[in-house]
């Protein structure tokens, strides 16, 4: 069975400081990897996606994640945070069909001004 | 406009009175996924439907049925609900089932209460 760990529950930033949300996952077979963001009382949207081609992928609003495979991780940054950015995140995985998903419990995040 | 819709947003009910949670896509697309989301726990995935008369079990489908008749509506049906199905229930849709280049649209959520 696939998993897939978030570390930290909330993470807070200035505006203006690196964010960098931590993913873990575990899965039997090479996985597909995403990031997706929660804004208030809405549905999720795609961040970036990893389906192994490029390790480091990028993705929308100045956000990249990096796929590391020796340390089962896929974990999202972004240089400079804004005051947009505050959202909640989820890291996701996907079986190699993209049928089945299995999500984090998911990161929020505030940034301070 | 391209949207996944949901319908109630918003249901408070009862022990045993059975209910259904609607969800409709308008850019035929073939694949379309039930999910809840709870505190700590992030997004479950209930079931999932590859095409019309299509489906197959997620992770957390034990207390939910589902049908998909028509591409776009996949209804989820909660025959018998009980408190611990409380929760904020989205559904999502992708133009291909298999398709990694797509992403899943999702709708804006309906929170159910089960008193």
């Known amino acids: 069975a696939q998993s897939v760990t978030q570390l930290g529950s909330h993470v807070s930033v200035s505006e203006g400081a690196l964010v960098l949300l931590r993913c873990n996952y575990s899965?039997?077979?090479?996985?597909?990897l995403f990031w997706y963001v929660q804004y208030p009382n809405q549905g999720l949207q795609l961040l970036l996606k990893?389906?192994?081609?490029?390790?480091l992928v990028k993705g929308i609003n100045g956000f990249e994640a990096e796929f590391k495979k020796s340390e089962t991780s896929f974990h999202l940054t972004k240089p400079s945070a804004h005051m947009s950015d505050a959202a909640e995140y989820f890291c996701a995985v996907s079986e190699r069909n993209f049928n089945k998903f299995y999500f984090g419990s998911g990161t929020k995040l505030n940034v301070k001004p | 406009e391209a949207q996944v819709t949901q319908n109630p947003r918003y249901l408070i009910t009862v022990t045993g009175k059975k209910l259904t949670v609607t969800c409709s896509q308008n850019m035929n697309h073939e694949y379309m996924s039930w999910y809840r989301q709870d505190p700590g726990l992030g997004l479950r995935q209930i079931y999932y439907s590859m095409n019309v008369e299509v489906t197959d079990k997620g992770d957390v489908p034990e207390g939910y049925k589902v049908s998909r008749k028509e591409k776009r509506n996949f209804p989820l049906i909660l025959e018998s609900p009980s408190p611990n199905q409380t929760s904020l229930y989205f559904c999502?849709?992708?133009?291909?089932?298999?398709?990694?280049?797509?992403?899943?649209?999702f709708g804006d959520g309906t929170r159910l209460s089960i008193l």
């Open positions: 899965s039997s077979v090479p996985p597909y």
């Open positions: 999502a849709s992708r133009r291909f089932a298999g398709d990694s280049n797509q992403p899943q649209h």
């Open positions: 990893y389906t192994s081609a490029a390790t």
